[in-house]
Nanobody, 125 residues
């Protein structure tokens, strides 16, 4: 499975960006997908995930109400819509996928076996 994240860039505080993560390698619709981020000098942080079975998204408290995760199984793509961006959202954002049939987990990398290369989001104040 290969994951390709895109859509990062420079945005002013209060602005919006939409990240995309295109997957190849099969069975996308049966994989749970997640977004993580890592700011300079900080540990990787869970952002949110979306279930393969229910399609329900879940979020870290730090982004709840501002970020939205969605998936398009026909396009093998998961999205992260980021609104009301803050300077503290600046990070490299990576997408991750589970094996087929594995449900998501929150706040941990454990079930996510496949990772994209990351895309940089910079939020200026």
């Amino acid at each position: 499975v290969q994951l390709q994240a895109s859509g990062g860039g420079l945005v002013q505080a209060g602005g919006s960006l939409r990240l995309s993560c295109a997957a190849s390698g099969g069975a996308f619709s049966s994989r749970s997908m997640a977004w993580f981020r890592q700011a300079p000098g900080k540990e990787r942080e869970f952002v949110g995930a979306i279930s393969w079975s229910s399609g329900s998204p879940y979020y870290a408290d730090s982004v709840k109400g501002r970020f939205t995760i969605s998936r398009d199984n026909a396009k093998n793509t998961v999205y992260l819509q980021m609104n009301s961006l803050k300077p503290e959202d600046t990070a490299v954002y990576s997408c991750a996928a589970t094996n087929s049939g594995v449900e998501l987990a929150l706040g941990t990398t454990r079930p996510y076996m496949y990772w994209g290369q990351g895309t940089l989001v910079t939020v200026s104040s």
